[in-house]
């Protein structure tokens, strides 16, 4: 572990000519690991302390990815340049830093403030969704683009990872409503709000339109490579971060909209639940599809590989997604399911986390 918490340590004997926009799915999994302790609906003991703990962590790792990522870009251009413009299947892995950018701020505000102030941590968390935000948005255009007009791709080999760039401004909209208490009232916090309301549409939208690709060629040409299995988690992303972030505009649309009136206010809410449940149960049912996949595949000797991280942040927004309905509803299932999916979450992450500090020392992974 000390090898990801210190930027120098990262950057000393590793070839950070390998080190790609897919290592940001470490920091998105360790951030929604701790973002999503503090959402659970049960107050567990050491709960908040653990939370803060590792939240930390994943801004430590966001620090030392910066750096080595921008030693990647200095001294490695060409290979970047390719990575982007003549590898699609590395491209698409842009998605992921707009994302950890956006997880990170949004934990400084929701578990930070005790360790920044409340001022620190409103500042953070304000410069990262802003500046995640405009980057979700150029990868959510740019790469749709890219895949349109220059990367050489057939739909029959779509995998999930093609979801990536468009649910990142899912991810913003999500995170966006937090800030909505802390923005003067009237236009700036109606902005945010339908801003963040477009976002979640385009997000959503396009996904729509890419999940019957991506499930077309999963059954058409299965996946190219064991290590890959785990990429089925992706498509649990999106499920659960709309979850989320239905629930989160239901809580801001009486803030943001005052003049909106109780009835405005209930039709939210009743939107937030019912949308919330049905797409949790589309979730769940390939939350088994995926489990049982990885389940098979560890049997037949799947190796460690970057890869498993694209378990944790998925089934992290099915955490927060599943405490929303709690809190909205009462209703205890969705408590225990909460719970059951949290730690879930937390096994996959710590495996994730210790088999990378080991490859990293090893040399095998960089």
Not at 169 to 197: F, S
Not at 269 to 296: D, K, P
Request: proline share 6%.
């Amino acid at each position: 572990m000390a090898t990801l918490l210190a930027p120098r340590a990262t950057l000393r004997g590793l070839d950070l000519s390998r080190l790609g926009p897919n290592w940001y799915a470490t920091v998105m999994g360790t951030a929604i690991t701790g973002n999503a302790a503090a959402a659970l609906p049960v107050d567990l003991p050491g709960r908040t302390a653990f939370a803060e703990a590792v939240w930390t962590l994943s801004l430590l790792m966001l620090a030392a990815l910066l750096a080595g990522r921008a030693v990647h870009l200095t001294r490695h251009r060409e290979r970047a340049r390719r990575t982007l413009l003549e590898d699609p299947s590395a491209a698409v892995f842009y998605g992921c830093p707009p994302m950890a950018l956006l997880a990170v701020g949004h934990g400084a505000l929701t578990v930070g403030t005790p360790l920044l102030g409340t001022r620190g941590a409103l500042a953070l968390d304000a410069l990262l969704w802003t500046v995640g935000t405009g980057y979700a948005l150029v990868v959510a255009a740019g790469l749709p683009y890219l895949m349109i007009t220059r990367h050489r791709l057939s739909a029959l080999e779509a995998n999930p990872t093609w979801l990536l760039p468009v649910v990142a401004p899912m991810v913003a909209a999500a995170c966006g409503p937090a800030l909505v208490p802390h923005l003067p009232e009237g236009a700036a916090r109606q902005a945010v709000l339908y801003g963040c309301a477009a976002m979640l549409g385009a997000s959503l939208l396009a996904t729509l339109a890419l999940l019957p690709v991506v499930l077309g060629g999963l059954l058409h040409s299965k996946l190219p490579a064991l290590v890959l299995t785990p990429s089925l988690f992706l498509v649990l992303g999106p499920l659960g971060q709309s979850t989320t972030a239905v629930q989160k505009f239901a809580d801001a649309v009486p803030l943001a909209l005052p003049g909106a009136g109780e009835g405005a206010v209930a039709v939210a809410r009743g939107l937030a639940e019912v949308y919330g449940i049905a797409v949790m149960g589309f979730a769940l049912l390939w939350l088994a599809v995926a489990l049982a996949a990885n389940l098979r595949a560890l049997r037949a000797e799947m190796p460690f590989a970057m890869t498993w991280w694209a378990a944790t942040f998925p089934v992290g927004t099915l955490v927060t997604g599943a405490a929303g309905l709690a809190a909205r509803t009462g209703f205890a299932g969705f408590t225990a399911l909460a719970v059951a999916l949290y730690l879930l979450l937390f096994a996959v992450w710590a495996v994730a986390l210790a088999r990378t500090a080991a490859g990293l020392r090893a040399g095998r992974l960089l």
